[in-house]
């Protein structure tokens, strides 16, 4: 450094100059490059999708939003609907045409409202069907779909239903077996359940009730009694709730737990051993994925239909479909549903979130729906995020994969902004899975931590002098990770996850193609998407060194069209370098 340099403030000195240099034509190139990529972009608002025979669920990112913890408008320290409609705009900016809303209707909250106590109301909580009709008005306007939650497996035991179902004397009440009742057996004179089988919250699936004088089945918390499927009333009562929101305007609807809807009929069968309880596991012989799930998936599907029948827009059924065999996927498409390929998610227990265990996880996800629409998911509210349980270096290069492999992704809420999950482990857990298992380790609290949106107080999320339902720990580095923030930052996380919303508009994302070139590289994931000359490969660097890759093989000529890190210089084909957790694009050209 010369004399005068070290005078100089930094921004003076022609070292400044020189960067500010670089920094604006690498500007003006990435603008360059964007526009031409998208050049032939359909309106993504225009979802409408009648012209190009494409329904909007194939050409949008869907955005999930858990509302306890989106945005409080009340000042009650918990997310609410009026939250979610000032932020809608926020979905315009950030390229995402649908959100999908967890559920927010009338509910005790024992599983935040996984435990619906009337289907067709809205928990005060979270506002009222005003809000609700508003929320829909609002979306629509700003050319937002709207999918909501819908809990069908089971209800809150404060449902009028399980009421009058533990009230009912004789099997002449029509709410007689609505839920899964049985006597249970007794051994050495004591009462105990029918058989050994276990709740995914842990302990026995059967709880005991007094006013009935029966145990009754609950495939999650004793407070969500599962609703008997094999009973005509009870589909009749959920049709009329799928039809309800239909006429309400909803776009679509996510299915919660479907696998466990039925249980086998025979209930003096034990689960075969090792099926006990958890998430995912996909050991329930008896409990989960059983044939009579499809016909009642096709049975909504033709609701939906009808709707469908009418306006020509789409509805989209999406399947919650955790620890689901593989045949059993086929089976939900040809329901009319897409289930969720959930295999990601842990991929970094499965196969430590390398390159290749990505790899293999995807060519997995493509060739289980080959002929059909796949869809990828990298994070829910059930889930450890991004940060925590891959690495906050990774978060950039896990969005731009989300968003460049086939089919329909989702993204969990403040996962582009490269959110880390609330640290909560000197906290009493709130989630019942903690509570009911005894484990603060399998607590979901740290990923329901409010949205981060600006510098102020609990980050814009609430003005509750209390702070918000879970509080806003350091780890998140808060001040630093938030909407406010991230906006104003090119190259920010935010930044690079709305042009990436952009980019996946090109035709060569919309296929359902995906190629893995055979290349020697260990710890970067390459895939080329598109065809002819309008191919792109992407390349991510999830191993844990800079690494270079040589593409040269691949074409013989080609542009970098976007990055996830600043990169100066020309594209050497032969050896691209990538830093730790480094995504690119390079268009292809032959
Ligand atoms: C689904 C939801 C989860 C909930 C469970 C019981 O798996 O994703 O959050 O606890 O269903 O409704």
Same mark, same amino acid.
């Given at each position: 450094?010369?004399?005068?340099?070290?005078?100089?403030?930094?921004?003076?000195?022609?070292?400044?100059?020189?960067?500010?240099?670089?920094?604006?034509?690498?500007?003006?190139?990435?603008?360059?490059?964007?526009?031409?990529?998208?050049?032939?972009?359909?309106?993504?608002?225009?979802?409408?999708?009648?012209?190009?025979?494409?329904?909007?669920?194939?050409?949008?990112?869907?955005?999930?939003?858990?509302?306890?913890?989106?945005?409080?408008?009340?000042?009650?320290?918990?997310?609410?609907?009026?939250?979610?409609?000032?932020?809608?705009?926020?979905?315009?900016?950030?390229?995402?045409?649908?959100?999908?809303?967890?559920?927010?209707?009338?509910?005790?909250?024992?599983?935040?409202?996984?435990?619906?106590?009337?289907?067709?109301?809205?928990?005060?909580?979270?506002?009222?069907?005003?809000?609700?009709?508003?929320?829909?008005?609002?979306?629509?306007?700003?050319?937002?779909?709207?999918?909501?939650?819908?809990?069908?497996?089971?209800?809150?035991?404060?449902?009028?239903?399980?009421?009058?179902?533990?009230?009912?004397?004789?099997?002449?009440?029509?709410?007689?077996?609505?839920?899964?009742?049985?006597?249970?057996?007794?051994?050495?004179?004591?009462?105990?359940?029918?058989?050994?089988?276990?709740?995914?919250?842990?302990?026995?699936?059967?709880?005991?009730?007094?006013?009935?004088?029966?145990?009754?089945?609950?495939?999650?918390?004793?407070?969500?009694?599962?609703?008997?499927?094999?009973?005509?009333?009870?589909?009749?009562?959920?049709?009329?709730?799928?039809?309800?929101?239909?006429?309400?305007?909803?776009?679509?609807?996510?299915?919660?737990?479907?696998?466990?809807?039925?249980?086998?009929?025979?209930?003096?069968?034990?689960?075969?051993?090792?099926?006990?309880?958890?998430?995912?596991?996909?050991?329930?012989?008896?409990?989960?994925?059983?044939?009579?799930?499809?016909?009642?998936?096709?049975?909504?599907?033709?609701?939906?239909?009808?709707?469908?029948?009418?306006?020509?827009?789409?509805?989209?059924?999406?399947?919650?479909?955790?620890?689901?065999?593989?045949?059993?996927?086929?089976?939900?498409?040809?329901?009319?549903?897409?289930?969720?390929?959930?295999?990601?998610?842990?991929?970094?227990?499965?196969?430590?979130?390398?390159?290749?265990?990505?790899?293999?996880?995807?060519?997995?996800?493509?060739?289980?729906?080959?002929?059909?629409?796949?869809?990828?998911?990298?994070?829910?509210?059930?889930?450890?995020?991004?940060?925590?349980?891959?690495?906050?270096?990774?978060?950039?290069?896990?969005?731009?994969?989300?968003?460049?492999?086939?089919?329909?992704?989702?993204?969990?809420?403040?996962?582009?902004?490269?959110?880390?999950?609330?640290?909560?482990?000197?906290?009493?857990?709130?989630?019942?899975?903690?509570?009911?298992?005894?484990?603060?380790?399998?607590?979901?609290?740290?990923?329901?931590?409010?949205?981060?949106?600006?510098?102020?107080?609990?980050?814009?999320?609430?003005?509750?002098?209390?702070?918000?339902?879970?509080?806003?720990?350091?780890?998140?580095?808060?001040?630093?990770?938030?909407?406010?923030?991230?906006?104003?930052?090119?190259?920010?996380?935010?930044?690079?996850? $709305?042009? +990436?919303?952009? &980019?996946?508009?090109? =035709?060569?994302?919309?296929?359902? %193609? #995906?190629?893995?070139?055979?290349? @020697?590289?260990?710890?970067?994931?390459?895939?080329?998407?598109?065809?002819?000359?309008? $191919?792109? +490969?992407?390349? &991510?660097?999830?191993? =844990?060194?800079?690494?270079?890759? %040589? #593409?040269?093989?691949?074409?013989? @000529?080609?542009?970098?069209?976007?990055?996830?890190?600043?990169?100066?210089?020309?594209?050497?084909?032969?050896?691209?370098?990538?830093?730790?957790?480094?995504?690119?694009?390079?268009?292809?050209?032959?």
């Amino acid at each position: 450094m010369g004399m005068d340099d070290k005078k100089l403030p930094f921004c003076e000195s022609n070292k400044c100059s020189c960067l500010v240099f670089v920094f604006v034509v690498a500007g003006i190139a990435a603008v360059v490059c964007v526009t031409f990529l998208v050049d032939d972009v359909r309106d993504i608002y225009d979802h409408d999708g009648k012209a190009a025979g494409t329904p909007w669920w194939k050409t949008t990112i869907i955005y999930q939003i858990y509302p306890r913890s989106f945005q409080d408008s009340n000042g009650d320290g918990v997310g609410d609907l009026q939250g979610i409609i000032s932020r809608l705009s926020y979905f315009n900016y950030l390229n995402v045409g649908a959100i999908w809303l967890s559920p927010f209707f009338t509910s005790p909250m024992k599983d935040f409202g996984y435990d619906v106590s009337n289907y067709t109301e809205v928990d005060p909580l979270f506002g009222n069907m005003n809000d609700f009709d508003n929320l829909m008005k609002e979306a629509k306007s700003k050319g937002i779909k709207v999918i909501i939650d819908f809990v069908p497996n089971h209800t809150s035991n404060e449902s009028i239903w399980f009421k009058h179902s533990r009230n009912a004397k004789d099997s002449s009440d029509p709410f007689w077996d609505f839920y899964i009742w049985n006597k249970g057996t007794m051994i050495n004179g004591t009462r105990a359940p029918p058989n050994n089988w276990e709740s995914v919250f842990e302990g026995s699936a059967w709880e005991w009730d007094n006013v009935r004088g029966a145990y009754y089945y609950h495939a999650f918390l004793a407070s969500q009694p599962d609703l008997n499927y094999r009973n005509k009333r009870v589909l009749e009562k959920m049709d009329e709730v799928v039809r309800f929101w239909m006429d309400k305007g909803v776009d679509g609807l996510r299915i919660d737990a479907i696998p466990h809807l039925f249980e086998i009929a025979n209930q003096s069968l034990d689960e075969p051993k090792g099926a006990t309880n958890g998430f995912d596991e996909n050991l329930h012989k008896y409990l989960k994925n059983q044939p009579e799930i499809y016909s009642v998936v096709k049975r909504w599907r033709a609701i939906l239909d009808t709707y469908e029948a009418k306006d020509d827009n789409s509805r989209f059924l999406l399947a919650e479909t955790v620890g689901i065999p593989h045949e059993a996927r086929l089976k939900y498409y040809e329901a009319g549903s897409v289930p969720f390929f959930f295999n990601l998610i842990p991929a970094e227990d499965k196969c430590n979130a390398t390159a290749q265990c990505f790899k293999t996880l995807i060519k997995d996800g493509v060739n289980l729906t080959e002929g059909l629409w796949p869809n990828f998911v990298i994070g829910n509210h059930d889930n450890r995020r991004i940060a925590d349980r891959i690495g906050q270096e990774y978060v950039d290069a896990m969005n731009m994969m989300l968003l460049t492999l086939p089919g329909t992704p989702t993204t969990y809420y403040g996962e582009e902004l490269g959110m880390r999950g609330g640290d909560y482990s000197r906290m009493t857990p709130r989630d019942p899975y903690a509570i009911t298992s005894h484990d603060p380790t399998k607590s979901r609290d740290s990923e329901r931590n409010p949205m981060q949106w600006d510098t102020s107080l609990f980050s814009g999320f609430t003005n509750s002098s209390q702070g918000p339902w879970l509080p806003i720990t350091i780890n998140t580095e808060y001040m630093k990770v938030n909407v406010e923030i991230e906006k104003n930052k090119t190259g920010s996380s935010l930044d690079l996850y $709305r042009t +990436l919303a952009v &980019l996946r508009q090109n =035709e060569a994302f919309k296929s359902t %193609n #995906i190629d893995f070139p055979k290349m @020697n590289v260990m710890n970067v994931l390459i895939y080329i998407r598109g065809s002819g000359t309008n $191919r792109y +490969l992407v390349a &991510l660097n999830l191993g =844990e060194e800079n690494d270079g890759i %040589n #593409i040269a093989g691949a074409a013989k @000529n080609a542009t970098l069209t976007f990055s996830t890190k600043p990169r100066q210089g020309s594209l050497d084909l032969s050896n691209i370098q990538l830093k730790i957790g480094e995504g690119i694009i390079v268009h292809l050209v032959e």
